[in-house]
């Protein structure tokens, strides 16, 4: 079991090589080939990867399967435990009090083990749901294919972002920018028994 980031802002889904590690990915379903990305902080250097076929992700809430398309398996995915919200933190988010359950109890020996990239449309959809009594402005709660997400900035931190700054820092207090925007889900994450493979196996790059 390992958490999943749903990111929009990526045009490939990556897993993490402790994937194959732990299901020991037979050698049929690795094809070796190159890749590098494009991010905020740049461009990174091609280098070898591979392109893993046949996963599928299994939602803990009960809802159904998702089959991944081919996924990049390079780097380690950068742990985000920290960024989903316990069902007691929820259950203290105004406006959102009565949907604790909706979320599972957290487990310090989750991994994130997968991201979710814009080539699979159908982890994409997802039903947003606001305060209905307008007490918080700044956050919602999506539920997506992979279960239900805490989207947005609490409303003390947001409240700091009306304090003006001198881009030098020269005057004034630097707004606070934390965001609990990252869409964190668990999930069980498998091989399928199908298997197939039809991604270019040339030198390429993926903007993020």
């Given at each position: 079991?390992?958490?999943?980031?749903?990111?929009?802002?990526a045009s490939r889904t990556y897993v993490d090589p402790?994937?194959?590690?732990v299901l020991k990915l037979p050698r049929r379903v690795k094809r070796l080939t190159s890749h590098g990305t494009i991010t905020i902080e740049?461009?990174?250097s091609i280098?070898?990867?591979?392109?893993?076929s046949g996963l599928v992700v299994t939602p803990l809430d009960g809802q159904k399967e998702i089959a991944l398309p081919e996924a990049i398996m390079q780097n380690?995915?950068?742990d985000s435990w920290d960024q989903i919200p316990s069902p007691k933190e929820v259950s203290f988010t105004p406006g959102f009090e009565d949907c604790g359950h909706l979320f599972p109890e957290k487990d310090p020996a989750w991994e994130t083990i997968l991201l979710i990239g814009r080539d699979c449309m159908e982890a994409q959809w997802q039903e947003q749901f606001y305060d209905n009594e307008k007490r918080n402005l700044s956050q919602m709660l999506a539920k997506t294919p992979l279960g239900w997400t805490l989207i947005g900035s609490p409303p003390y931190l947001t409240a700091n972002r009306r304090t003006p700054w001198n881009k030098k820092g020269r005057?004034?207090?630097?707004?606070?920018?934390r965001r609990r925007s990252t869409q964190q889900h668990v999930a069980y994450i498998r091989g399928s028994p199908v298997y197939s493979t039809s991604d270019r196996s040339r030198k390429e790059k993926s903007p993020e």
């Open positions: 079991m390992g958490l999943a980031i749903i990111d929009d802002q402790l994937v194959d590690w740049g461009e990174s280098s070898p990867s591979n392109v893993i380690e995915i950068p005057k004034g207090k630097k707004r606070n920018n």
